[in-house]
Structures are given as structure tokens and as C-alpha cells.
């Protein structure tokens, strides 16, 4: 794995990226305004990267894209990987274990998530605290590289206090709803039952998705403090569950990701 981080880094590096001080993960159907936010950009496609994965879900364009926003050299993945995809873990967070190496220190992630918590409605923005992880899987699996971080590493604050208190300041004073809660990761790619959503909300989970947390759980590891916020795309009601299909999902997306953006571009400078 070592290898591996060392040899795509290395190809990221001699293609002009520089020294990047915040990375970003941008999720389904939010790839587009934060992106046109970059200045000077260099975009590397996935597929020519050594060893990385290539996105296979529609909505995730592959692609890695270096430049600044406010000043801060910024490194953003324009689409991720997924367990459901047939990816390792290992492979799915292989991108975060070489924003690292390539001198990023905080992670700034969104994702798509189905809302749980009838107190919210769809279209709204949740940041997330803290994670519960029902995926099957963990990237941490294996021998441990002890230059990359501990054995055990610890997740009492997964994402950053630090971090989350800014962003909730600062939708405070732009007056953007942000809900604050907890995240289930479960494997997909198929949506949930109606008794998995009464399980999943009972167990604590105000929503659910199918990411996040190994890139996450992989941060920890190696010491890079991180937020999260999640765009709720539709309501999970088990008493009156209705289809859903990719396409609204993208669309309810799209319409939140001018907040979801203006909360990350105001955020990069102060970090």
C-alpha cells in the first residue's frame, strides 16, 4: 500500500501540484459550483493517476483538481468511490492516504444522504458530529503501517470540534439551516426497507448514505482533522415511504449546493 500512495503522489506532484493545504470530497451532485471556485486550476484525471480507483457511479466526473480558493492552495476529488462499487476500502481511501502525503491537513468531505429525522425536511444540510459505521468493511483491515498512524486509532471526535463550530457560526450568520447529526455508512448501492429505516433511526442515525466514513475513519488514522456536511436529498419516512431514483437525488442536490458552497468557501480561508 505504501507503494502505492508513494508512486500516484509522486505522479500528482510532478503534474504541478504543490504543497496543498486543505483537501476537499466532493459528493454526489456537488461537484460543479465549489469547483468553478478554484483559481488556476490543474486537473488531473483519475484514470491517469497510478493506482487510483475510476468512478463508476453517474454524477462523479473523476477528476482531481489543484488550485486556490481565498488564498488557500486547495486539492479537490471531483467525485469518489464507493464499497458497492467492487472497491477494497483500501482502495476507496488510497486518494485521502495521498492528499496526505502530498501536505494537505484538513479534510473538507459532502455527500448525498437520505434524511431520517422527520424534524427535518429534504433539501436541507446536516453537519455532520459524529458516525455510526454498519458497513462491512474497514480500511484499517490488515497490516498496519505504523508511519501512516497507530494501530488503534482513536474516534472520540471523528470530526473536528473546531472545524464544526465555524461552520456552524458561520451558517448562523448567513442564515443557513444547518442541522447537526449523526451519519450511518451502510453498504448499498440498494436504498432502504422501511424497517431498516425505523432500525437505523433507532439505533441513533438522523441519516444514511453509502460513504464518508471510511475517508473518515482513514483521516483519524493519520492525524488529519476533518468535517462533514451532508445534503439531505430525500425523506425517509417508513410510514409513508415513497420510490426515489438517482435522478431526484441529483436534482434536490443541486439545488442545495449553493449553501453547501457558500459555507465551504467562507470555512477555507479561516482554516
Not at 53 to 66: D, M, Q, R
Not at 71 to 89: D, N
Not at 145 to 162: I, T
Amino acid at each position: 500500500m505504501l507503494d502505492h500512495i508513494q508512486e500516484a503522489s509522486k505522479f500528482i506532484r510532478d503534474h504541478g501540484v504543490d504543497s496543498p493545504e486543505i483537501g476537499i470530497i466532493l459528493g454526489t451532485g456537488l461537484g460543479n459550483l465549489l469547483v468553478k471556485e478554484i483559481k488556476n486550476p490543474i486537473v488531473i484525471n483519475y484514470n491517469s493517476i497510478p493506482h487510483f480507483p475510476i468512478s463508476t457511479v453517474e454524477f462523479h466526473k473523476g477528476k482531481l483538481i489543484y488550485g486556490t480558493i481565498k488564498k488557500k492552495k486547495v486539492l479537490a476529488m471531483q467525485g469518489r468511490f464507493h464499497y458497492y462499487e467492487g472497491y477494497s476500502m483500501q482502495q476507496i481511501t488510497l486518494p485521502v492516504r495521498v492528499m496526505k502525503m502530498l501536505g494537505v491537513e484538513t479534510l473538507l468531505i459532502s455527500n448525498a444522504a437520505g434524511n431520517m429525522n422527520m424534524k427535518w425536511k429534504k433539501g436541507q444540510l446536516m453537519l455532520i458530529d459524529d458516525h455510526i459505521n454498519l458497513q462491512h468493511d474497514n480500511p484499517l483491515r490488515g497490516h498496519n503501517v505504523e508511519m501512516l498512524g497507530p494501530r488503534f486509532p482513536d474516534m472520540s471526535e471523528p470530526y473536528s470540534g473546531k472545524l464544526n463550530k465555524k461552520l456552524i457560526s458561520i451558517a448562523k450568520k448567513n442564515g443557513i439551516k444547518l442541522n447537526v447529526g449523526v451519519y450511518v455508512a451502510v453498504m448499498g448501492p440498494n436504498l432502504e426497507t422501511r424497517a431498516e429505516y425505523r432500525y437505523l433511526h433507532g439505533i441513533g442515525a438522523d441519516a444514511v448514505g453509502m460513504s464518508t466514513v471510511p475517508e473518515v475513519i482513514v483521516a483519524n488514522h493519520m492525524g488529519m482533522p476533518c468535517c462533514a456536511i451532508s445534503v439531505l436529498t430525500d425523506d425517509c419516512d417508513p410510514d409513508n415511504l415513497k420510490p426515489v431514483d438517482l435522478k431526484q437525488i441529483v436534482e434536490t442536490a443541486g439545488k442545495a449546493e449553493r449553501r453547501l458552497t457558500d459555507l465551504y468557501m467562507e470555512l477555507i480561508p479561516k482554516i
